[in-house]
């Protein structure tokens, strides 16, 4: 969430590169010896410049691995001369911890420092009392951006997109903008390309640096530019903005109001934190984790996971009474309750690699309303192949350990029937909550394993109770 | 794994553009045309002349979502006059009915029209005998530079990287520079960035086109570039690739060989493409799928998974042979085998929770060897506080069901148990296989899994043989 990157001061003596293969990541030892540093008051001015000589990634870094009396007290040496690019990087709780060291002035005051959607970022990421003391603190403009910023919808192309850019008329020549672009001031700080604009600021193409460079002062911007723009509206969702950069193999895009007016530009390091956000979303959600939460504390990270387990524990019993209506098969027939976890774990496995596959696919559009039935049809086939293969395993492990054929064969059954079962809930799942437009990933695991493991017993103990007894 | 992106052919009456939130994605009814269109070969010449206006990522997503025969209709009309930019974007079994379609000489030209890094990665992608047949019908240029490209290592910054960038010596003006670009031939279709060079060719700086443009003729390159380089050694991987890319913020980088030479350039596109992998990689690791494959038949697909799912069996039948020692108590109370898949089933998912964040703090840098025993204290507080909450819920279960509060009282003791033990083992698996050099994403969950079920039925069946018979 912050701008492109900018020129980097040399960093003498850089500290982090004794670590053989990551020329870039804090060293263990300089971690180590930070650490020290902090213990010893005679070493407060060292640490303090060894901090600030940091790129601010890695003064991040550092202040998330620091323990929380190590961190106030690095806090209140860098208090004055604190870099405000390391905040967008911090995790939100150790963030929350640098604003209570600082207090709502001196953090407002760093806020302000930043580009727009930095500074909309950390503004959005506090809470309600939070926000307030902070926005009451900044000067004027910047608050009238910020709260401009924040009114545009929750992961929109309004959130992500940066004000500053560089929009010039059509009519134009190179030489114009060369000329142009030399003298004027309040221009972004990096830029790739220049928007052309027609009159009513609406964005007809863009002309890149390096083409511009390469074309002779007399020709005309509206010669050059590319006209194959795909301008974002401003309410886009940032999910969608992902997918048209990755498409497109975009470097960035223009904004544009309902009136269709450049408003601001999105550039693709923005849309790389999105990428990781949503991959990552998607894989925690699987497992049930609202958050990563890295530093979190124990008691924040139970609570967020607590739910999705209570949930499970319900699916559980669900599972477990439908093991109950067999409690007369299995008294008569204990090897049931040894061989049946072996059905349902393999149809829970199975279960999850065919919803792993789904969530993958619609995330990534590959799998649509276009091929779905046809996917399903492969699963299912899949789930058969698959299913044959695992009943004749699991069929002949019964036999072996019980010499009983028609209990292995109750056992191949349903392991079979269990594989299909798999497929068929393991992608109906997520297309049932994607079509009711649920986010495919929350909750489908546990659905998904609960379907597999009741109908696991349920086949096994069913085809006992009818053919065994 | 292609290059920045390039100006772009207008596209009149683009038909993409009629699904409402999505204005670049195909639309369902554009698709079922083209499939009409290729069903009646009066209409072939309008059927190729739509696919050859799409984008061509709309036209590898086109020919993807094909089904065989329609397929080999399209790309025997597109033969001729095939956008070699589509094959970068093709799924690899897809990519394998094209080469089959086209054969190798009308494949070797499609190769030879793309930039160095996707020529190299479609060459990559063939399997020996493909790849020595086309590599003998390329032109000897192009074959010598995707050999060179060829022999570094997989997943390296030498197969990442463009041969194509812009590099000046450090003692030019801006004038220098610029005069020079607009009279340069075979320059990079597109740059952001000139690369300064000292006489070796060793980079020394960069200076952004933004900088150059506003900068005066007679201003020197040296004092205008960012000398805050990040080279990036040939041969580091591309996930370090990537994190490095995240954490500085970077829009490209520069390689260099083991002399400190500059070869060649890697910018944020190609990245992209490397996050997307690694984050999918991990995510369909955790599940057992070593790949998508979402256009691979079903045969295919099921034996990629019929290993796992193999493995899986041996490690169920571990389990049952737990239950199997128990037996005589299982026999004595049947309602043992009844409770036990609640515990069993929750320490399973816990134990995924925890792994799947070890997993992803791993890939992000967020856990490492550095606070790896304060997160495992961190799992085990939480483990401990759910594990109460549930023990309580499910004792109080046991207790409703049957009435018999020893039996509560057993089921309450192993869910705990349970817990804390999976929070040992979700995160131990991970560390351990890191340690050793493993991708902490394969094989994991099979774990995990299997040491939670087996220590849920050990604890309940343990427990109840010692307190209730």
Redesign the interface.
């Known amino acids: 969430m912050?701008?492109?990157?900018r020129?980097?001061?040399?960093?003498p003596g850089r500290p982090a590169s004794s670590h053989e293969?990551?020329?870039?990541?804090l060293a263990?030892e300089f971690?180590q010896d930070i650490r020290a540093a902090l213990d010893d008051p005679d070493r407060a001015t060292e640490a303090r410049e060894q901090v600030q000589g940091l790129?601010y990634?890695?003064a991040a870094?550092l202040i998330?691995?620091l323990?929380e009396d190590r961190r106030a007290v690095l806090l209140s040496l860098l208090k004055g001369g604190f870099n405000p690019e390391i905040l967008p990087e911090l995790?939100d709780d150790v963030r929350e911890t640098v604003l209570d060291a600082f207090g709502y002035a001196d953090y407002a005051a760093l806020v302000a420092e930043l580009d727009s959607d930095d500074a909309v970022y950390l503004v959005d990421h506090l809470d309600e009392t939070e926000r307030a003391a902070v926005l009451e603190r900044l000067p004027e403009t910047d608050r009238t951006v910020i709260e401009q910023g924040l009114s545009y919808a929750d992961d929109s192309a309004g959130r992500l997109m940066q004000r500053e850019l560089v929009a010039v008329p059509s009519y134009w020549t190179v030489g114009d903008a060369?000329d142009w672009?030399?003298g004027a001031s309040g221009?972004p700080e990096?830029?790739?390309e220049l928007f052309v604009v027609d009159p009513r600021h609406r964005p007809l193409g863009l002309v890149?640096?390096?083409?511009?460079?390469?074309?002779?002062r007399q020709d005309r911007l509206e010669a050059l530019m590319?006209?194959?723009l795909?301008p974002v509206d401003v309410g886009?969702?940032q999910e969608?903005i992902a997918?048209?950069?990755?498409?497109?193999?975009?470097?960035s895009a223009p904004v544009t109001d309902r009136a269709g007016r450049l408003v601001g530009r999105i550039t693709?390091?923005d849309?790389?934190d999105v990428?990781?956000e949503e991959?990552?979303d998607?894989?925690?959600r699987?497992?049930?984790?609202s958050e990563?939460g890295?530093?979190a504390?124990?008691?924040a990270?139970?609570r967020t996971?607590?739910l999705?387990?209570?949930v499970?524990?319900g699916?559980?019993?669900l599972?477990?009474s439908v093991?109950?209506l067999f409690?007369a098969t299995?008294?008569k027939l204990?090897?049931?309750?040894?061989?049946m976890?072996?059905v349902?774990?393999?149809g829970g496995?199975?279960g999850?690699?065919t919803?792993?596959?789904a969530v993958?696919?619609l995330a990534?559009?590959?799998?649509?309303?276009?091929?779905a039935w046809?996917?399903t049809g492969?699963?299912l086939?899949?789930g058969l192949?698959?299913g044959v293969?695992?009943a004749v395993?699991?069929g002949a492990?019964a036999w072996l350990?019980y010499s009983d054929l028609p209990l292995a064969g109750v056992v191949a059954t349903a392991m079979l029937l269990n594989m299909i079962v798999a497929a068929l809930v393991g992608m109906g799942v997520p297309l049932a909550l994607e079509r009711f437009g649920v986010d495919p990933a929350v909750a489908s695991s546990?659905f998904v394993?609960m379907m597999t493991?009741m109908l696991g017993?349920l086949a096994v103990l069913g085809l006992a109770t009818l053919f065994l007894l």
């Open positions: 912050h701008t492109t990157n020129p980097q001061q040399a960093r293969d990551t020329t870039f990541d263990p971690v790129h990634a890695d870094d998330e691995r323990d995790d060369i672009l030399r221009l990096e830029f790739t890149r640096l390096s083409a511009l460079l390469r074309a002779r590319d006209t194959g795909e886009m969702d969608e997918l048209l950069f990755r498409r497109r193999d975009l470097l693709i390091d849309v790389v990428i990781d991959a990552e998607d894989m925690l699987l497992a049930g984790l990563t890295t530093y504390d124990a008691f990270t139970a996971r607590i999705w387990l209570t499970n524990l699916t559980a019993m599972v477990s093991i109950g409690e299995l008294e204990v090897a049931l309750a040894v061989l976890p072996m349902s774990s393999l496995n199975a999850t690699q919803l792993t596959a993958r696919g990534t559009r590959d799998l649509s309303a276009d091929n046809r996917q492969k699963e086939m899949v192949m698959n293969v695992l395993l699991a492990a350990w546990v394993t493991d017993f």
